[in-house]
């Protein structure tokens, strides 16, 4: 797929539709080839290690689709697509991960260790307070409102230190095991490649991808604000979806949470962070502003997150409760 992908975009007479299609199934054939790779590993390394690496390659995709954006000065785009992946792993991939989990439980209950919840759900407020703060300067115009540009560079760094002591605590404490883990198959090296390639090919398939994603919204008659919180957000993050829900299926339960929340916490206080100092160099400027409905959406996301993951169980009800809240979202920004 990836191959027909890469046809797709260099060739001529090809729909623009039909490259951008391709380009999207190509970032979800990369993202069963990580999953596989990720489940491999994991039984060497254990859910803390595996589940940050993971998130790492995983995100690339999500890294290069924005700075492709802002050097084609699609900011609405870029910002909706950051916005989107923390949305979609929070909301959607955790919601299906819980109700596949807590599916094959004969209590109906999926429980995991609570600690790196409450992490995440403490990475992600933190990002928030810096785009609720920006969002309440903009919109009351008050001095602050002119320097928004410099606050976001500021906030950017203080947000990485933060990201940075929490990898180093985290890391070296020690997680639970999973209880459902299986033998892997591959050796470490052949795992460890299968990732590397991965990351390496979701770089080229994000170019075309975002190459055809313009004339895709035109075509189909879509918001931009639609395409970067649910399309692009989606495509981009297809690795998390594949390894959460397949993990959680398999009763992987500390890898699953592990893999999905180690990239709602690295976007949030990593990727958004990087990409807002990366920006200077582009043709666009990402800040930490965004639509007032939009802070809303990461706010509320942020307390819900917290409340249904936060005591280290999960149930086929909240799950679904995850899930429901991703769809009114992606309902507002189809209008947006």
């Given at each position: 797929m990836t191959v027909a992908a890469g046809v797709a975009r260099y060739a001529s007479g090809i729909p623009d539709v039909a490259a951008?299609?391709?380009?999207?199934?190509?970032?979800?054939?990369?993202?069963?080839?990580?999953?596989?790779a990720t489940e491999q590993v994991g039984g060497r390394f254990g859910p803390a290690v595996t589940g940050l690496m993971q998130s790492t390659l995983g995100n690339l995709p999500e890294f290069f689709v924005v700075i492709f954006a802002l050097q084609a000065g699609e900011v609405i785009v870029a910002e909706t697509a950051i916005l989107g992946s923390i949305l979609v792993n929070a909301l959607l991939t955790l919601g299906l991960a819980i109700i596949f989990g807590a599916r094959r439980e004969k209590d109906g209950i999926m429980r995991f260790s609570p600690r790196l919840p409450n992490d995440t759900a403490t990475l992600l407020l933190i990002a928030s307070f810096i785009i609720v703060l920006v969002g309440l300067a903009t919109q009351s115009h008050d001095p602050a409102s002119h320097h928004i540009r410099t606050i976001s560079i500021i906030g950017a760094i203080a947000i990485l230190v933060v990201y940075a002591v929490w990898v180093r605590q985290y890391l070296t404490t020690p997680s639970a095991a999973d209880e459902h883990h299986e033998a892997p198959r591959l050796s470490t090296r052949n795992a460890l490649i299968l990732l590397a390639i991965g990351g390496a090919a979701s770089a080229f398939v994000s170019d075309w991808f975002v190459h055809a994603l313009e004339p895709t919204i035109h075509t189909l008659h879509i918001s931009r604000a639609f395409a970067g919180l649910v399309i692009v957000a989606i495509a981009g993050n297809a690795v998390e979806h594949a390894v959460g829900v397949v993990l959680a299926s398999k009763g992987q339960y500390e890898l699953a949470i592990s893999v999905i929340k180690n990239s709602v916490a690295q976007i949030a206080a990593f990727l958004y962070p990087v990409l807002v100092l990366v920006s200077l160099l582009t043709a666009s400027t990402l800040t930490f502003a965004l639509a007032p409905v939009y802070i809303g959406a990461l706010f509320g996301t942020a307390i819900l997150v917290w409340q249904i993951t936060g005591d280290g169980e999960a149930t086929l009800f909240e799950g679904t409760a995850l899930v429901a809240t991703f769809v009114i979202l992606a309902t507002v920004a189809a209008f947006e």
């Open positions: 951008f299609i391709l380009a999207g199934l190509a970032l979800a054939g990369l993202a069963w080839v990580v999953s596989f």
